[in-house]
C-alpha cells in the first residue's frame, strides 16, 4: 500500500503546475478583454465567470495539495515501522479533530480514499479545461468588432 501512497501524491503534486496553468488562462482572458477595452455585457459575464472558475481552481488546487502532504506523510509514517492502520488512525484523529473530516467518514478503507483524491484531482483538471474554454470565448467575443 506505500507504493500506492507514494505514487498518488507524486500525482496529486502536479496540482502547481494546473494551477500556473489555470492562471495563466485567467491572465489571457483578462488581457483579451482589457486590450480590447469591450464594454459589453457579454464581455462582463465572461470577465466575471473567470474571476468565480479561478477562485474555485485556487480552492480545489489547495485541497489537492493539501491531500498528497497527507499521503506522502502517511507513507512516511508507514515506511518508518508505524502499521498501517496506526497511521490510519493518526490521520483519522487529526482530521477529525480539526473538522476536516466528519467522524463518520473516518472509517473509510483506502481504496475510497484514493478514489476521493483522484476525483478531486480531475475537478481540476475539469475546471482548467472550463478555464481555457472560457479564455477562447472570451477572445472570440470581447475582440472580435462591433456589430
Known amino acids: 500500500m506505500t507504493m500506492q501512497l507514494h505514487v498518488l501524491a507524486r500525482l496529486l503534486r502536479h496540482a502547481d503546475s494546473v494551477l500556473r496553468s489555470a492562471y495563466l488562462a485567467f491572465a489571457f482572458t483578462l ?7 469591450s464594454q459589453s ?16 481552481q485556487h480552492y ?6 493539501f491531500d498528497a502532504d497527507l499521503l506522502e506523510h502517511v507513507a512516511r509514517l508507514i515506511d518508518s515501522g508505524t502499521s498501517e492502520r496506526g497511521a490510519t488512525q493518526m ?6 479533530q480539526f473538522g476536516l473530516m466528519p467522524e463518520a467518514k473516518a472509517k473509510r478503507g483506502w481504496s475510497l480514499r484514493f478514489a476521493g ?7 481540476q483538471i ?8 472560457l479564455m477562447v470565448a472570451t477572445v472570440i467575443v470581447c475582440t472580435s468588432p462591433p456589430l
Do not use: E, P
Open 41 to 56: 455585457v457579454v464581455c462582463w459575464v465572461l470577465v466575471a465567470l473567470a474571476m468565480l472558475l479561478i477562485a474555485l
Open 91 to 96: 490521520l483519522d484523529d487529526s482530521l477529525v
Open 31 to 37: 488581457l483579451a478583454w482589457i486590450v480590447r477595452g
Open 126 to 133: 475539469g475546471l482548467l479545461a472550463l478555464q481555457y474554454l
Open 60 to 65: 480545489v488546487a489547495v485541497r489537492v495539495k
Open 117 to 123: 483524491c483522484l476525483r478531486l484531482f480531475k475537478w
